[in-house]
């Protein structure tokens, strides 16, 4: 389903940023220098169809980044990646919502970002809003709710979409309780209906769980793909005692 071949990624880091009107004249003069920054290294994944695929990693690994490249919300510096069937991203808070808007009103505008015709949001929008739990809060703006209802809202959206493939970072890390184990019975039936899943998360708990497989990133680089349980061990290693999580593998 997902093929990412020699993929690299590069972003260029000025040394000096020009904040005011003088800097910004005196800049035409002067040559800017950059810094040449690599998110993602030779990285190359392959991800068959119905398989749950965890990537972990430090912050700044570049786990998000390789999310977006497959999302194609970003371009690779060079490389090559291939994707069958539509995504499903859900990446960041609040990308795409209005904060000015109703929930309601978001509901249709955020399901209309992700492909899906004013047809199907009305057909789903019962589902999503008892799914994301804001029965009462359909009329308010968007800017009123807490960031958890947020992402209530955009991962019930996003889950709605009839997308084979689904893209996750970090949802486990923000919502209630009472959400996440709506997230989890998801991904329960996810795996059981053969979809295809990224999981990006600092929860090795809930990548042991779900993941067939798992993937880990250091320094944009991928040092290890392979069983759960290994993978995981391997990061808490390279992480150190004070950074574990509170579950050990052998």
Same mark, same amino acid.
């Given at each position: 389903? =997902?093929?990412?071949?020699?993929?690299? $990624?590069?972003?260029?880091?000025? +040394?000096?940023? $020009?904040?005011? &009107?003088?800097q910004?004249f005196?800049? *035409?003069?002067?040559?800017?220098?950059y810094?040449?920054f690599?998110?993602l290294?030779?990285?190359? %994944? +392959?991800?068959?169809?119905?398989?749950?695929?965890?990537i972990? @990693?430090?912050n700044?690994?570049?786990?998000?980044?390789?999310l977006? &490249?497959?999302?194609?919300?970003l371009?690779p510096?060079s @490389?090559q =990646?291939?994707v069958?069937?539509?995504?499903?991203?859900?990446?960041e808070?609040?990308?795409?919502?209005?904060?000015?808007?109703?929930?309601?009103?978001n *509901?249709?505008?955020?399901?209309a %970002?992700?492909g899906?015709n004013?047809?199907?949001l009305?057909?789903?929008?019962?589902? *999503?809003?008892?799914?994301? @739990?804001?029965?009462?809060?359909?009329d308010?703006?968007l800017?009123?709710l807490?960031s /958890?209802?947020q992402?209530r809202?955009?991962f019930? *959206?996003?889950?709605s979409?009839?997308?084979? =493939?689904? &893209?996750?970072d970090?949802v &486990?890390?923000?919502g209630?309780i009472?959400f996440?184990? $709506?997230?989890?019975?998801f991904?329960?039936?996810?795996? $059981?209906?053969?979809?295809? =899943? %990224?999981?990006?998360? +600092?929860?090795?708990?809930?990548?042991?769980?779900?993941?067939d497989?798992v993937?880990? %990133?250091?320094?944009?680089?991928m040092?290890?793909? /392979?069983?759960?349980?290994?993978?995981i061990?391997?990061?808490?290693?390279?992480?150190?005692?004070?950074?574990?999580?509170?579950?050990?593998y052998p």
């Open positions: 389903m =997902i093929t990412v071949e020699n993929v690299n $990624k590069v972003f260029r880091l000025p +040394h000096q940023k $020009k904040t005011t &009107l003088r910004r005196v800049g *035409i003069f002067q040559r800017q220098t810094e040449m690599f998110a290294q030779d990285i190359n %994944l +392959h991800v068959e169809r119905g398989e749950f695929v965890g972990i @990693g430090r700044g690994s570049g786990k998000s980044t390789l977006k &490249l497959i999302a194609n919300v371009t510096t @490389g =990646i291939s069958l069937g539509n995504v499903a991203p859900f990446l808070l609040g990308v795409g919502f209005q904060g000015e808007l109703t929930v309601k009103d *509901i249709f505008l955020y399901g %970002l992700l899906m004013r047809r199907q009305a057909d789903k929008y019962d589902w *999503i809003v008892e799914f994301s @739990g804001l029965e009462r809060f359909v308010a703006k800017k009123n807490s /958890g209802m992402v809202l955009g019930s *959206i996003t889950v979409v009839e997308s084979p =493939i689904l &893209l996750v970090e &486990l890390a923000v209630d009472d996440q184990r $709506k997230c989890q019975d991904f329960d039936s996810y795996r $059981k209906n053969g979809r295809t =899943i %990224l999981f990006v998360s +600092h929860d090795l708990n809930a990548v042991e769980r779900f993941c497989r993937v880990l %990133l250091e320094s944009g680089t040092v290890s793909d /392979g069983e759960t349980a290994v993978v061990a391997e990061y808490q290693k390279r992480s150190g005692p004070a950074k574990r999580n509170r579950k050990q």
